[in-house]
């Protein structure tokens, strides 16, 4: 039962580097400004500081110090704190496990299982409790997915006594994110179980396994997965990487998420801090090997644009330390999106001087703080774009995922827009001085001609270059990228823009 609505305050601990058990960081309190906003004070404690092994809970915002410091933002909940709390998912599962919809930020952190992202833990005792021995296993599975099913379907009653309650808890709350998903433990360690969900357009946990494949094809560090099938349905295990077996226990390294690093937030307003371009200058600041870090977050930004992985919010990147020293996560959360648009797709995340417009121009604009000259990025753009282009069927299918999957996703693979578009024009002649198979124009006639429809003045007419897969519907025959083009006048080349059109 959580009867502490009105706690404010609460113990952070956290396993240091090598050790399997929890040592007391410092004491959390929430509690209201004479403004009445909430605020939220983190103070190491004394002991914690004079440990020689001592390290900081976050890079950016809580430095080991004897400084008390406060927020008042995140309705008062420290960046780090938020990170080792549960998301969406594990939210909705406290809540059957509470009997109630709405808790306090500090209900979250103290009633979620302790198999959290990251090295913190929370209490209410200035001592940590001993550190969980006992997961789910990985033969638990299919009792896990029914769980999950069921949960989804909000067929769990609103009982904390219930026993299907109580099992629910063991499902791996902790985890951030917004799917279906629990902890799971076998001989070599501890892995998050991702579940299909029952309305999910194609097979989930298989395409994102041969996503984190393809990355890693790539030259991306990624998470290790496999997967399990239960019964008729498959499950994506991911390895964890923040936890490492020993004979004794699990070593945890500490984690914070990009939304930390930006010290920002999922809220809508705060959606305009979410940037690459602003998140490579804070990991150089912070990251050991900052050439490193930076040449590998370049790598994602192109990877993301070119598999459209337009879910790439700045939670599903992170920074994690094994030992003192901070570095980028390896990549996880790697899923393709298919929107109808050919031509404009947005990251979730601003990638260059256009914004968040997911096309090797804009990536390439940014290219030195990413600590790479330009002909070192275009390097990385064309190789990982000759590499995804080459590979993405093959590692689908070789992943498992079914030949109808794997038609529905193609869409997502370099879509035209990600590539840079070069040529020149006049009234009849267009010529592609440097488009690449695959390229995509968009061509604009400002008087209908032939078979165009006359029912608009302008009129959209993609055409591309022989050998691309994702051949548009429309009058190829009309356009190969090097000839006249018949029939034509007023001839107007333009991409579409969120308020408009840019003329190329
Ligand atoms: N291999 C891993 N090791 C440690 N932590 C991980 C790992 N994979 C994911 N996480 C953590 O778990 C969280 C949830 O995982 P993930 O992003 O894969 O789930 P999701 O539900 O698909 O997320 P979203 O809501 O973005 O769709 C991540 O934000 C990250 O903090
Ligand atoms: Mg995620």
């Known amino acids: 039962m959580i009867s502490r609505a009105s706690e404010s305050e609460c113990f952070v601990y956290v396993t240091l580097p090598e050790e399997v058990s929890a040592v007391t960081a410092g004491k959390f309190v929430l509690a209201k400004n004479a403004r009445g906003d909430t605020l939220g004070r983190f103070v190491y404690g004394r002991s914690y500081l004079e440990n020689p092994k001592a390290v900081e809970i976050d890079p950016v915002e809580l430095k080991l110090s004897t400084r008390t410091y406060e927020t008042t933002r995140l309705n008062g909940v420290f960046g780090a704190l938020r990170d080792a709390g549960p998301d969406y998912w594990g939210r909705l599962v406290i809540e059957k496990h509470a009997g109630k919809a709405q808790l306090g930020e500090l209900d979250y952190l103290l009633e979620s299982p302790d198999d959290r992202a990251g090295a913190l833990g929370f209490g209410l005792n ?23 099913d069921a949960l989804v379907k909000d067929e769990i009653p609103d009982d904390p006594e219930a026993q299907r309650v109580q099992d629910l808890m063991l499902l791996g709350t902790s985890m951030g994110g917004a799917r279906p998903k629990a902890v799971v433990q076998d001989d070599d360690g501890l892995w ?18 041969a996503m984190l494949r393809l990355a890693r094809e790539c030259g991306i560090a990624t998470a290790e997965s496999r997967i399990e099938t239960v019964g008729d349905r498959d499950v994506l295990l991911i390895k964890r990487f923040d936890r490492e077996k020993r004979e004794k226990g699990y070593t945890r390294a500490r984690m914070v998420s990009a939304l930390t690093v930006l010290r920002t937030d999922d809220a809508p307003e705060m959606r305009q801090s979410w940037s690459y371009v602003i998140l490579v200058e804070e990991l150089r600041r912070i990251v050991e090997d900052a050439r490193r870090d930076a040449h590998e977050l370049f790598r994602r930004v192109c990877f993301n644009a070119l598999i459209s992985n337009l879910d790439d919010h700045p939670r599903n990147h992170a920074v994690i330390a094994k030992e003192k020293g901070w570095k980028l996560s390896p990549a996880y959360d790697l899923t393709p999106s298919v929107p109808i648009s050919l031509e404009r797709r947005d990251l979730a995340m601003e990638c260059g001087d256009m914004g968040r417009y997911a096309n090797a121009k804009n990536i390439l604009s940014q290219h030195a703080r990413f600590l790479l000259d330009r002909g070192e990025a275009e390097k990385i753009v064309n190789h990982m774009k ?93 356009f190969d ?14 991409r579409e823009t969120s308020d408009g059109h840019e003329t190329l």
């Open 481 to 494: 990228g090097h000839g006249p083009i018949a029939g034509l006048r007023d001839l107007l080349v333009a």
């Open 192 to 209: 998050v179980a991702k579940f299909n969900r029952p309305d999910d357009r194609w097979n989930n946990p298989r395409v994102e396994h």
């Open 126 to 148: 200035n001592t940590p409790p001993a550190p969980r021995r006992k997961f789910n296993k990985t033969i638990d599975l299919a009792k896990l997915q029914a769980l999950a």
């Open 386 to 478: 000759e590499q995804v282009g080459a590979t993405w069927y093959e590692t689908v299918r070789a992943s498992g995922v079914s030949e109808k999957d794997a038609d529905t996703i193609r869409g997502a693979y370099i879509y035209p827009g990600v590539l840079p578009i070069v040529f020149s024009i006049d009234r009849r002649v267009a010529r592609v001085h440097r488009g690449e198979p695959g390229t995509h124009v968009l061509l604009r006639s400002l008087t209908p001609f032939d078979s165009c429809s006359h029912s608009r003045r302008v009129v959209g007419h993609p055409v591309s270059l022989p050998g691309n897969e994702h051949r548009p519907m429309a009058r190829r025959s009309r």
